[in-house]
């Protein structure tokens, strides 16, 4: 069985305290997707301050964001992180769902505009494509230590 | 079937009967019938009542709702949908 190159194994506790990291970040909110009362799918955000992008991505990201905040006069950072659905679910439109109730949500929150930053494999050139897709520009940030680089979109 | 009504037949369906049918009238408020309601979330009209629908045919429901209160599913599925030899 071919096993896509970006997946990994987490223990029960690496999954643990990935999640309550992500939960006490800043602005932290999330979006589920249900059937049957079961949660198939979830989409999370969080809203980080110069600062926070520093302190997690290097001085490089932060001065990326604080150019495009320039640029652009959109003060509102937003790092739209996991995407997952339930390998069940897959292939159902459940992605796209919970991106469409995203993407809605920072309109109506943030009608002046947002940027949004989020970050993938570049090996995972299927969700990669997608991006450039729906509009996020390769950021050229990649730490050396991971194959995950920087992507940001605007949202106006 | 219809009733006796002030010495005639009536089938229920005159003028007044169906203004009466259509209108519930309380002092100067004229409120319609409410619409019966279901107790169960799913139900198939003309095919003889309820019917329950199994989960799975169910429509997926998309919302904003916080995942501290459902941990433990959304743990599973970050590991299931994760899974795999890493590369990081």
């Known amino acids: ?43 999370w955000y969080d809203t980080p301050s110069l600062d926070d992008l ?12 604080a150019d495009l905040q320039e640029k652009t006069g959109i003060g509102t950072l937003v790092w739209k992180r996991e995407v997952m659905v339930h390998p069940d679910s897959q ?20 009608p002046t505009g947002v940027i949004v930053l989020t970050r993938m ?36 | 079937m219809g009733r006796l009504e002030n010495g ?16 519930l009238t309380t002092g100067s408020e004229t409120t319609q019938p409410a619409e019966p309601v279901s ?12 019917k329950e629908v199994m989960p799975e045919l169910q429509q997926e429901k998309t919302r904003l709702q916080s995942i501290a209160p459902r941990l433990a599913e959304i743990k599973e599925i970050y590991q299931k949908a994760f899974a795999g030899p890493s590369l990081a």
Do not use: C
């Open chain 1, 1 to 43: 069985m071919l096993v896509p190159p970006w997946h990994e194994t987490l223990s029960d506790e690496e999954v643990t305290q990935r999640l309550n990291t992500t939960m006490a970040k800043s602005g932290f909110t999330s979006f589920t997707s249900e059937k049957g009362g079961r949660i198939v799918g979830a989409l």
């Open chain 1, 54 to 65: 520093e302190a997690e991505r290097r001085k490089p990201l932060r001065n990326f964001a």
């Open chain 1, 91 to 110: 292939g159902q439109g459940i992605a796209s769902s919970l991106r469409g109730a995203f993407l809605t949500h920072l309109g109506e929150k943030y």
């Open chain 1, 121 to 156: 494999r570049e090996d995972n050139s299927g969700i990669v494509r997608l991006a450039e897709k729906h509009g996020f520009q390769k950021t050229g940030i990649s730490p050396s230590i991971s194959k995950t680089r920087s992507f940001s979109g605007i949202l106006v």
């Open chain 2, 8 to 23: 005639s037949i009536s089938d229920g369906n005159s003028p007044n009967e169906r203004r009466t049918r259509n209108k």
């Open chain 2, 39 to 50: 107790k169960f979330p799913f139900s198939i009209p003309g095919i003889g009542g309820r």
